[in-house]
Protein backbone atom coordinates (compact mmCIF):
# COMPACT_ATOMS: atom_id res chain seq x y z
CA UNK A 1 0.00 0.00 0.00
CA UNK A 2 1.03 3.21 -0.80
CA UNK A 3 1.34 5.99 1.52
CA UNK A 4 1.61 9.47 1.08
CA UNK A 5 3.74 12.34 3.33
CA UNK A 6 3.89 15.80 3.56
CA UNK A 7 7.69 16.24 3.59
CA UNK A 8 9.80 18.08 1.24
CA UNK A 9 13.27 18.26 0.60
CA UNK A 10 15.12 20.73 2.97
CA UNK A 11 12.30 20.30 5.57
CA UNK A 12 14.05 19.97 8.94
CA UNK A 13 12.75 16.75 10.64
CA UNK A 14 13.19 14.88 14.12
CA UNK A 15 13.68 11.19 13.90
CA UNK A 16 11.05 9.63 16.42
CA UNK A 17 11.59 5.91 16.29
CA UNK A 18 14.79 3.64 15.72
CA UNK A 19 18.45 3.70 16.08
CA UNK A 20 18.85 7.49 15.34
CA UNK A 21 15.98 8.36 17.32
CA UNK A 22 15.57 11.75 19.04
CA UNK A 23 18.73 13.12 16.36
CA UNK A 24 17.41 15.85 13.97
CA UNK A 25 18.62 17.43 10.37
CA UNK A 26 17.89 18.73 6.94
CA UNK A 27 16.04 16.27 4.39
CA UNK A 28 18.03 15.68 1.72
CA UNK A 29 16.25 13.60 -0.56
CA UNK A 30 12.51 11.86 -0.39
CA UNK A 31 12.01 8.59 -2.24
CA UNK A 32 8.66 8.42 -2.83
CA UNK A 33 9.04 5.07 -4.07
CA UNK A 34 10.36 2.74 -1.21
CA UNK A 35 8.55 5.99 1.19
CA UNK A 36 11.77 6.79 2.47
CA UNK A 37 14.02 10.15 3.35
CA UNK A 38 17.74 11.05 3.62
CA UNK A 39 18.27 13.30 6.47
CA UNK A 40 21.89 14.80 6.37
CA UNK A 41 24.18 13.70 9.02
CA UNK A 42 21.17 11.16 10.69
CA UNK A 43 21.45 7.50 10.37
CA UNK A 44 25.01 7.18 8.94
CA UNK A 45 26.50 4.27 7.10
CA UNK A 46 29.93 3.35 6.25
CA UNK A 47 30.41 2.34 2.75
CA UNK A 48 34.00 0.54 2.44
CA UNK A 49 35.35 1.13 -1.08
CA UNK A 50 37.16 -0.58 -3.45
CA UNK A 51 40.77 0.99 -4.41
CA UNK A 52 39.69 2.06 -8.01
CA UNK A 53 41.76 4.41 -10.26
CA UNK A 54 40.35 7.84 -9.01
CA UNK A 55 40.66 6.79 -5.54
CA UNK A 56 43.46 4.02 -5.42
CA UNK A 57 43.66 3.65 -2.03
CA UNK A 58 40.59 2.55 -1.63
CA UNK A 59 38.59 3.54 2.13
CA UNK A 60 35.59 4.10 3.51
CA UNK A 61 33.02 6.33 3.20
CA UNK A 62 30.48 7.93 5.64
CA UNK A 63 27.17 8.95 3.81
CA UNK A 64 23.42 8.23 4.61
CA UNK A 65 21.15 5.73 4.64
CA UNK A 66 17.93 6.08 4.34
CA UNK A 67 15.15 5.88 7.11
CA UNK A 68 11.17 4.90 6.51
CA UNK A 69 9.88 8.53 6.77
CA UNK A 70 7.08 7.02 8.66
CA UNK A 71 9.47 7.22 11.53
CA UNK A 72 10.45 11.35 11.22
CA UNK A 73 8.33 14.04 11.95
CA UNK A 74 8.51 17.53 10.57
CA UNK A 75 9.57 20.12 13.23
CA UNK A 76 7.37 22.97 13.16
CA UNK A 77 9.69 26.52 13.23
CA UNK A 78 6.73 28.11 15.79
CA UNK A 79 6.16 25.22 18.04
CA UNK A 80 9.86 24.10 17.81
CA UNK A 81 8.90 20.96 18.34
CA UNK A 82 8.24 17.54 16.19
CA UNK A 83 4.56 17.91 14.58
CA UNK A 84 1.94 16.80 12.08
CA UNK A 85 1.39 18.48 8.83
CA UNK A 86 -1.64 19.69 7.35
CA UNK A 87 -2.59 20.78 3.72
CA UNK A 88 -3.90 24.99 3.93
CA UNK A 89 -5.62 26.04 1.10
CA UNK A 90 -4.91 29.90 1.09
CA UNK A 91 -5.95 31.98 -2.46
CA UNK A 92 -6.17 28.65 -4.10
CA UNK A 93 -2.91 27.62 -3.21
CA UNK A 94 -2.43 24.58 -1.30
CA UNK A 95 0.31 24.72 1.24
CA UNK A 96 1.23 22.83 4.25
CA UNK A 97 0.76 23.77 7.81
CA UNK A 98 1.72 23.00 11.20
CA UNK A 99 -1.13 21.04 12.83
CA UNK A 100 -0.92 22.50 16.15
CA UNK A 101 -0.24 26.07 15.70
CA UNK A 102 -1.08 26.20 12.11
CA UNK A 103 2.17 28.04 11.05
CA UNK A 104 3.03 27.60 7.14
CA UNK A 105 5.98 25.44 5.90
CA UNK A 106 7.41 26.51 2.83
CA UNK A 107 5.71 28.19 0.25
CA UNK A 108 6.40 25.72 -2.88
CA UNK A 109 4.40 22.47 -2.98
CA UNK A 110 5.96 20.19 -5.45
CA UNK A 111 5.25 16.77 -5.53
ZN1 LIG B 1 3.60 24.85 15.02
Known amino acids: MQTA ?6 DLVQVMVGRA ?15 RVYVEKV ?8 PSRANPQGGVL ?4 PMRWS ?3 PVCPKCAKPVRLRHQV ?9 GKC ?6 THNV
Open 90 to 98: TKEVRQRAC
Open 62 to 65: EKEA
Open 43 to 50: NMVKRHLK
Open 5 to 10: TLLRKG
Open 71 to 73: NVM
Open 21 to 35: KGKSGKVLRVDRKYE
Open 102 to 107: GALMAA
